[in-house]
Structure formats: structure tokens, C-alpha cells
């Protein structure tokens, strides 16, 4: 939400172009979007590296009890924020987060400190009490990924269209599948008690007419 912020007050004041006119990726005061065919390429293969390990986390991965945290925050966190959300919604907070956020983690702090300790804030931003600890270390981790996309491809277009693909990725998972699965289980809830309840009519008819 910060960055995203900054985002919009900084193409408020015209200063966003400045950012990214062409000069060094480190220092200077200029961010490089880099090359544009590497950085499509390079950012569309880690986005889709980046959901094959999200779907693992929260599909295929042995309930240990990192994994369950992080399972139980995208369930009980997560996922309520985006169960009413649109398509267009979902485009528009993944285009602000994943502008917004690479301006901020690789174009400034990364620029400044270097990846490990811009994917430690990156992380650090995404936790907001104990429940969510091992998703800001799944968030470290891939922001290490995201910092390594800048100097291997020259700017932050990479890193920005990986966490855009990513994000819009994760969003329509959580709005639609797991979604999805929190109806099943709620009908399978409604037929385990429909089906006990006709168990005990039985078992009352039964005893009235063994009387």
C-alpha cells in the first residue's frame, strides 16, 4: 500500500519519468528499465516459476508446519480480502503493487543496500503479526529472486512484470480456487449433516415402532 502510494504521488509530480530515464541501475538517482525483450522473457519465466512453488505451497508440499502457516495465512488472511474481487480489480492492484513495490524495493532500497537487505524490508513489509512470519520469509525469499533480475537484465522491468504476472497470478488463485474449495467443504458440511440427521430420524423410527 506504501509503495503503491508513492507510486501514485510520484506520477502525481511528473517525477516518475525522471526515475526511469536511462543512467546506472546502482546510484545516480536514475532507475533503468533495462533491455525489453530479456526483461519480458526473464520476468515471465520467474512469475511462472514463482506460481509453480506457490501452488506447491498450498497444494503439494508435506504439511509441515511451516508450510501449514503459511497455508492457514492465505486461507484466513489472504483469501477473504479477495473473495468479492473482479477481474479488473485484480489487474489493478497487481499492476500499483508490482509498479509500486519494484519503485520502491529494487529501484531505491536495492540501489542503496544491496538485494539481501532490500528483500529483508520486502519481506518485513508483507508481515503483520506472528500468523504471518513464514509468508514474509516465503516473500524474502522470492524478493531475492526479483533483486537478481535487476543486474542480470540491466533494470527492474523484469522484477516489475514478474511480481505484476505473479501477483494478478496469486489474487485470481485465491479469489477463484481456494474459493472454490471453502464451498465444497461447506456443502460437504451441509450433506454430513443432512446425513446424520436422517440417520437419527431412523434410529427414532426404528425405537417407535419397536414399542
Not at 32 to 58: D, H, K, R, S, T
Not at 99 to 112: C, K, T, V
Amino acid at each position: 500500500m506504501l509503495a503503491s502510494f508513492s507510486c501514485l504521488r510520484c506520477l502525481s509530480r511528473g517525477c516518475l519519468e525522471d526515475w526511469l530515464l536511462p543512467g546506472p541501475v546502482y546510484g545516480g538517482g536514475a532507475i533503468e528499465l533495462g533491455a525489453v525483450l530479456p526483461g519480458l522473457a526473464f520476468g515471465l519465466v520467474y512469475a511462472g516459476f514463482l506460481v509453480f512453488v506457490n501452488y506447491c505451497l498450498l497444494r503439494v508440499l508435506p504439511p509441515t508446519k511451516p508450510v501449514e502457516a503459511v497455508r492457514r495465512f492465505y486461507r484466513g488472511v489472504v483469501q477473504p480480502l479477495f473473495r468479492e474481487a473482479t477481474a479488473l480489480d485484480i489487474l489493478g492492484i497487481s499492476l500499483a503493487a508490482g509498479i509500486g513495490e519494484e519503485l520502491l524495493f529494487r529501484g531505491a532500497l536495492q540501489s542503496e543496500f544491496g538485494i539481501v537487505l532490500a528483500s529483508v524490508a520486502f519481506g518485513l513489509a508483507h508481515v503483520g503479526g506472528r500468523e504471518s512470519i513464514a509468508f514474509g520469509l516465503w516473500v524474502f525469499v522470492l524478493g531475492i529472486g526479483l533483486g537478481v533480475l535487476v543486474p542480470l537484465t540491466g533494470g527492474i522491468l523484469a522484477a516489475v512484470v514478474a511480481h505484476v504476472v505473479y501477483d494478478a497470478a496469486a489474487m485470481s488463485y485465491m479469489r477463484y480456487d481456494l474459493a472454490g474449495d471453502v464451498r465444497r467443504q461447506q456443502n460437504a458440511r451441509v450433506c454430513n449433516a443432512d446425513g446424520d440427521d436422517t440417520g437419527n430420524r431412523a434410529w427414532l423410527s426404528e425405537g417407535e415402532d419397536g414399542s
